[in-house]
């Protein structure tokens, strides 16, 4: 069976080999360093079947990213993880104009977020069945 892909969106390069490290030996990834990458890879007709993204990210942030996504027709309905150490991530992630899958505070429990990627695949994989 083929690994699902996730798209990582995070410019902190220990946070990415430390994902990386983590999930690649049960996903196929894809890393962007900003919103910009990762939109322009996502507008080449790449589809994810799961997001990962940092909120706070240089140029394009990832709010902007994620707003972006949620008013496409495309991606609309792509489950998106928001990975952050935002202050008041839980106050911010709730203020948001778009309805977001889960969100896990930085540093993170890898154990933690291998749970909540595989309980969003599980609630995806229940709606489409």
Same mark, same amino acid.
Do not use: C, H
């Given at each position: 069976?083929?690994?699902? #892909?996730?798209?990582?969106?995070?410019?902190?390069?220990?946070?990415?080999?430390?994902?990386?490290?983590?999930?690649? $030996?049960?996903?196929?990834?894809?890393i962007?360093t900003?919103?910009?990458?990762?939109?322009?890879?996502?507008?080449? @007709?790449n589809? $994810?079947?799961?997001?990962?993204?940092?909120?706070?990210?240089?140029?394009?942030? @990832?709010?902007?990213?994620?707003?972006?996504?949620?008013?496409?027709?495309?991606?609309?309905?792509?489950?998106?993880?928001?990975?952050?150490?935002?202050?008041?991530?839980?106050?911010?992630?709730?203020?948001?104009?778009?309805?977001?899958?889960?969100f896990? $505070?930085?540093?993170?429990? $890898?154990? #933690?977020l291998?749970e909540?990627?595989?309980?969003?695949?599980r609630?995806?994989?229940s709606?489409?069945?």
């Open positions: 069976m083929a690994k699902k #892909q996730i798209l990582i969106v995070d410019d902190e390069v220990s946070i990415l080999k430390l994902l990386n490290f983590v999930l690649s $030996p049960d996903y196929d990834l894809v962007k900003s919103g910009v990458e990762a939109l322009s890879w996502l507008e080449e @007709g589809s $994810p079947a799961l997001i990962l993204s940092d909120l706070e990210m240089p140029y394009f942030d @990832g709010s902007s990213f994620i707003y972006n996504l949620k008013i496409s027709g495309f991606y609309r309905d792509t489950p998106v993880i928001i990975l952050s150490g935002a202050n008041n991530l839980s106050e911010r992630v709730s203020l948001m104009p778009f309805k977001l899958d889960d896990i $505070p930085k540093p993170f429990n $890898p154990t #933690q291998k909540t990627i595989i309980n969003v695949f609630k995806y994989d709606v489409g069945s």
